[in-house]
């Protein structure tokens, strides 16, 4: 069973958009995250929940909004899509989130933007 | 502030010699310091991770790496490339109250036959 799971994992729209990408995750942790991967491999956090609040939430235009239904999911929607919002979107989870765990990542959604 | 430094974008080597990649690292914390691989179209998975136990750290698929507080480094070794460690490498160091990453740009291995 893949342990973080990700949907879509290929995402091409239009700008102006608005699109939204799925995770799950079946290790029981507690702690979910977003991070993007840009066309330079360069990757950064966007957002953390635990346990279904919010705890870490970069400077992100605020088209992006988060939402943690239960532990086990963290979705990501994306409002009026730009061009330069094509990245790889990665979720990631860990235990507790503290700051020696390991996090485990998803496959990736690969988001190209018209 | 937490910050990682990757020396070399592209590495490559032939397959059989030393793999080396370089991380060096800036924390205002004691630093919890994590390396990474990704294949191709994937994800990353964790090679190895350093929490202030033993400073050398082994990982797996032969990986270890030494953390060393007065070079502020954590660089990865591999005694003896394969073809199948060809990948994209990133160093990360976490900081803060929260398990909050902070990547380095990564390092592209080549590894020639």
């Known amino acids: 069973d893949t342990a973080v799971s990700q949907t879509p994992k290929y995402l091409v729209t239009q700008m102006g958009n608005d699109k939204s990408i799925k995770c799950e995750q079946n290790l029981g942790h507690d702690t979910m995250y977003w991070y993007k991967q840009d066309s330079k491999k360069f990757l950064k956090i966007m957002f953390s929940y635990n346990n279904k609040e919010l705890i870490i939430n970069e400077t992100v235009p605020n088209r992006f909004s988060p939402k943690s239904p239960d532990k086990a999911h963290l979705n990501l929607h994306i409002n009026s899509l730009e061009l330069g919002d094509s990245a790889v979107y990665f979720c990631?989870?860990?235990?507790?989130?503290?700051?020696?765990?390991?996090?485990?990542f998803g496959p990736g959604t690969r988001l190209l933007v018209l | 502030a937490q910050s990682v430094t990757q020396l070399g974008s592209h590495v490559s080597v032939s397959e059989g010699a030393l793999v080396l990649l370089r991380c060096n690292y800036s924390?205002?914390?004691?630093?919890?310091l994590f390396w990474y691989v990704q294949y191709p179209n994937q994800g990353l998975q964790l090679l190895l991770k350093y929490t202030s136990a033993a400073t050398l750290v082994k990982g797996i698929n032969g990986f270890e790496a030494e953390f060393k507080k007065s070079e502020t480094s954590f660089h990865l070794t591999k005694p003896s490339a394969h073809m199948s460690d060809a990948a994209e490498y990133f160093c990360?160091?976490?900081?803060?109250?929260?398990?909050?990453?902070?990547f380095g740009s990564g390092t592209k291995l080549n590894v020639k036959p």
């Open positions: 924390s205002s914390v004691p630093p919890y």
């Open positions: 990631a989870s860990s235990q507790d989130g503290t700051r020696w765990e390991t996090q485990y």
């Open positions: 990360a160091v976490t900081g803060g109250n929260f398990n909050k990453f902070y």
